[in-house]
């Protein structure tokens, strides 16, 4: 069983930073690790993934530039450092872990915490 706690989210003005944070524990996760959103009245989506067998990242389109995903082996923790944010940005945010990306929604999630960034 892997537990993933999410930290971190906030409320921020446009422009502003925040870093997310994802704890995982349990015995065995995945090589794929990533960060997902859902705002309000749409479908969740990609935003940021990571392979701890150091794989290549890679964003969605919107977040290029803003956002960049890391993790800390040692502390099982992944990261979302969010610079410039935009009101566009709020949503919930999940973080997941799978053996592949293409397995992920099958995989383990965290309960999610919420970013609004203000106008």
């Known amino acids: 069983q892997v537990r993933l706690v999410e930290s971190g989210g906030g409320l921020v003005q446009a422009g502003g930073s925040l870093r997310l944070s994802c704890v995982a524990s349990g015995r065995i996760f995945g090589d794929y690790m990533g960060w997902f959103r859902q705002a309000p009245g749409k479908d969740r989506e990609f935003v940021a993934g990571?392979?701890?067998?150091?794989?290549?990242?890679d964003y969605l389109e919107s977040v290029k530039g803003r956002f960049t995903i890391s993790g800390d082996r040692a502390r099982n923790t992944l990261y979302l450092q969010m610079n410039n944010l935009k009101p566009a940005d709020t949503a919930i945010y999940y973080c997941?872990?799978?053996?592949?990306?293409?397995?992920?929604?099958?995989?383990?999630w965290g309960q999610g915490t919420q970013v609004t960034v203000s106008s």
């Open positions: 990571f392979s701890w067998s150091g794989g290549p990242t």
């Open positions: 997941a872990s799978s053996p592949t990306k293409t397995t992920v929604d099958s995989g383990f």
